[in-house]
């Protein structure tokens, strides 16, 4: 059995539904297929909180947002693209509006803006600390209206179709019912998010696990940045729920076991009672993480259950402000860690976040493969170097989305339609599925037993800092944890809703990625934003003003190249905040 | 207090032999900060991987992970196992609607009528995006707000007892978000919803039992939009018949 479209695209959180409609809006009479494994308001865009940078008050410009996103990501943001993108996000966020999003107000009625780490401007839209949660249902909502797109719900991906070099579709697990089918079109887009789950510790939801990184990679495509992991700086102990950084633009302060605000100890400002752009804890968050790092080294952070954390200290802010611009940090605490903000500290410590790496695009969102296109926490255009800013990447997702969705639209209007070769490898992939889901019930390792290994693995060697002796452990015993993964028991034997089975799939594709970050980090012998390699503290622009490229080998084992970062108006220089 | 607790889970698995509905025993850890999502992860990795349910986030804000916890619908992830002590907890799908497997019930239904409410901006014109936003102030914000919490997650159908007489009822959550739209200063879709909402499995279906808003873990208070859509239909048809010529 197999379906047809034009576009298909896969993954249904920001990049994805935006995507999905610049496509209608391009071409209505293309038929669009839109597959992804939940439902599209289950997306991870929904737990983005704090908010999206888009430059529109008279005293902000978009050189000063392009400037602040490229020293924030240590310049190794492609400067063509952060121009298209500061120019871009601003209507595309002012499209959201008229399609119904409820962004905060200004009195007036106008969109209000709020400060945000490492902006030195006033320049993020938010809608209280919702902002992924109205963006997402926002689009989602709207896509509802164009009748050319066919939702494919809580469908999981398993391969793409590659015909004569040209990706033209997938193949599909339906969960409900475990029908394997085909879904062709004459253009792909990726946009399943980040996988921010090989590691132990993450803000990121349970189906973040960088599937279409994976789809892509095994595709042939090359993967870009990978070792560009975002620690961000509070995230509550054991759960690993952000708190988002909107709590320290209001004035929240970072505290540690002396009620010290250590920030002003590592070159980030000195502190003043209210909150100060690009300062303090308004700085980058690579900064602040690693900051945390060398507090535990000296013993000045607090115990708990799950490791050492600072505080978080909101209470001068007082119940009103938190109330209104920080309502979810309140039902947060309250729900999650049984205290409430408005009179207690509230703990926190560094947790995986974001992905700055990803499926190598072009500024259009076209991946290395012809057919392929990819957006969102999946690519790599790169826009956010090697430390992404909070609240650019709503936007991107909007941006990127918009333009893969349109360069899509133009190439199935070209492409042919996918041929025969297409059918017979669904036919093979069906099979491979199959023998895979009746084959593993003898299996020795439970997959959760890989899951967390690998994530330790990560944890200690690609973790806030590194170092090349425990990389290259980590190297090998993820290979072979590859092999054992290939085994793993899988009990579940029916095809319904067969969540194991996904599991199984997922963990496959995690460990190829975390390969990918763990190579890519031992190549980079530099220190650079989000990496930082104890043996090679200095960033070296002689030789790593580059981004790394990761190409998947016959073998399945990752080889690591070079290509230059496109430099346009800033040439590097030195990050300052807290002055 | 013991450190274990009982989950008593709801399994079906109707390709199977045994398939039957049943339920199985599974001992957890009762630890101070474990949901009961955390009990059922920990069965999926350590006790029983054949477990079928679904979740994402964990944090209350994707919808994923309702269940019926002792008889009640909630998120699983924002109910906490020292809250049901000494247990056994009893888990099961979601009330009303089909169950697909285990805890994973069928939501066709919901997603179809999502759509049938046009939850979306509808303007008689749409003005440039370069012309800037539409201004709306706090107030106008603050009256149709909270309708646009809802996350989905279906907690206010397993509550509604008419739904489950009546699946043709359109249901708490879509009138909810048709509703916030309506209110929204800058839609002026609320003629084409009407019709939806007033037509016999729409508004007019619910007995104001109450038991959505209570169901909420959000607050949206999808009986409060009812009963408010309610008297906008009732005006409504009040105006189409003293000026027939209004209606479409």
Not at chain 1, 303 to 319: A, K, T, W
Request: hydrophobic residues 40%; charged residues 25%; proline residues 6%.
């Amino acid at each position: 059995m197999s379906a047809s479209h034009d576009v298909v695209i896969v993954g249904a959180g920001g990049a994805g539904l935006r995507a999905a409609i610049a496509v209608s809006e391009t071409d209505p009479r293309l038929s669009v297929a839109v597959v992804s494994k939940v439902y599209p308001m289950r997306s991870h865009t929904v737990s983005a909180e704090g908010g999206a940078a888009g430059a529109i008050s008279a005293e902000d410009s978009l050189d000063e947002h392009a400037y602040d996103t490229i020293s924030g990501g240590d310049w190794l943001c492609d400067q063509d693209a952060v121009e298209s993108f500061v120019a871009e996000a601003p209507r595309e966020l002012m499209r959201l509006e008229h399609w119904g999003c409820p962004w905060s107000r200004e009195p007036d009625g106008h969109i209000a803006v709020r400060a945000f780490g490492g902006m030195k401007k006033k320049r993020t839209w938010f809608a209280a600390d919702k902002t992924g949660f109205h963006l997402l249902h926002t689009l989602f909502q709207t896509s509802l209206k164009y009748p050319n797109i066919t939702r494919y719900d809580e469908w999981y991906a398993t391969r793409l179709l590659v015909d004569d070099g040209r990706v033209c579709g997938v193949v599909a697990i339906e969960l409900m019912s475990g029908l394997i089918e085909t879904i062709t079109g004459r253009s792909v887009v990726i946009a399943t998010g980040g996988g921010g789950r090989v590691f132990p510790f993450t803000t990121n939801a349970a189906i973040k696990t960088g599937d279409g990184m994976a789809l892509a990679y095994r595709a042939g495509a090359p993967l870009k940045d990978m070792e560009f992991v975002q620690y961000h700086p509070t995230g509550l102990p054991f759960t690993g729920i952000l708190i988002t950084e909107a709590a320290r633009a209001e004035g929240g302060w970072l505290l540690n076991k002396d009620g010290y605000r250590y920030l002003q100890d590592y070159d980030l400002g000195t502190p003043q009672p209210g909150p100060v752009l690009r300062s303090m804890e308004l700085g980058p968050r690579d900064r602040l993480s690693q900051a945390f790092e060398h507090e535990v080294e000296k013993g000045r952070t607090i115990d708990s259950p799950y490791g050492p954390v600072v505080h978080l200290d909101l209470r001068h802010l007082g119940e009103k402000i938190i109330d209104a611009k920080l309502p979810m940090v309140r039902e947060l605490c309250r729900d999650y860690e049984r205290i409430d903000p408005v009179h207690d500290l509230v703990p926190v410590r560094p947790v995986v976040h974001y992905m700055m790496g990803g499926v190598h695009t072009d500024i259009d969102g076209a991946t290395a493969l012809p057919g392929l296109f990819a957006a969102g926490e999946t690519a790599c255009v790169s826009i956010n170097g090697a430390n992404r800013l909070g609240s650019n990447s709503l936007p991107e997702c909007l941006v990127f989305g918009a333009r893969a969705g349109r360069s899509a639209a133009l190439h199935a209007a070209d492409a042919p339609r996918p041929g025969p070769a297409v059918e017979k490898q669904g036919h093979d992939e069906r099979r491979r599925l199959d023998n895979d889901l009746f084959r593993r019930d003898t299996g020795t390792d439970r997959i959760s037993t890989i899951r967390k290994r690998m994530q330790t693995i990560l944890e200690d060697a690609a973790g806030i800092y590194r170092d090349g002796d425990t990389l290259t452990k980590a190297a090998d015993e993820l290979r072979e944890l590859r092999e054992r993964a290939a085994t793993a028991a899988v009990d579940d034997t029916s095809r319904r809703f067969n969540t194991e089975r996904v599991a199984g799939l997922e963990l496959t594709g995690m460990l190829e990625l975390a390969e990918c970050i763990v190579h890519s980090a031992l190549r980079r012998e530099e220190s650079r934003g989000a990496h930082q390699r104890t043996d090679f503290p200095e960033r070296d622009d002689n030789r790593f003003l580059a981004h790394s490229l990761v190409h998947r080998e016959p073998d399945g084992s990752p080889r690591v190249s070079h290509l230059p970062v496109t430099i346009t108006r800033w040439p590097p220089g030195k990050r300052v905040y807290g002055r | 207090m013991s450190d274990q607790i009982t989950l008593r889970v709801a399994r079906y698995r109707p390709e199977e032999e045994d398939g039957e509905p049943a339920f199985a025993d599974y001992d957890v850890p009762l630890r101070q900060d474990w949901a009961v999502l955390d009990g059922l992860n920990y069965i999926k990795d350590e006790l029983d991987g054949t477990l079928a349910y679904r979740w994402s986030c964990r944090m209350g804000i994707c919808g994923s992970c309702g269940m019926m916890v002792n008889g009640e619908p909630k998120l699983t992830c924002a109910t906490f196992l020292t809250d049901l002590a000494p247990g056994p907890v009893r888990i099961e799908p979601l009330d009303n609607f089909p169950v697909i497997r285990d805890l994973v019930v069928d939501l066709t239904d919901f997603m179809h009528k999502l759509g049938q409410v046009k939850p979306w901006l509808i303007r008689d014109e749409e003005k440039p995006v370069e012309e800037r936003e539409y201004l709306q102030t706090p107030a106008e914000l603050a009256d149709f707000k909270q309708f646009s919490m809802c996350i989905n997650c279906m907690l206010c159908y397993a509550a509604c007892p008419v739904y489950g007489l009546d699946s043709n009822f359109v249901g708490p959550a879509a009138i909810a978000l048709a509703h916030r739209y309506n209110l929204d200063s800058r839609d002026e879709g609320d003629r084409e919803r009407l019709t939806i909402l007033a037509q016999p499995e729409g508004v007019w279906d619910c007995t104001f039992v109450g038991e959505c808003s209570a169901a909420c873990p959000k607050g949206v208070d999808p009986a409060g939009a009812i009963q408010q859509a309610k008297l906008a239909a009732a005006q409504e048809a009040v105006k189409s018949l003293l000026l027939p010529w209004r209606s479409k």
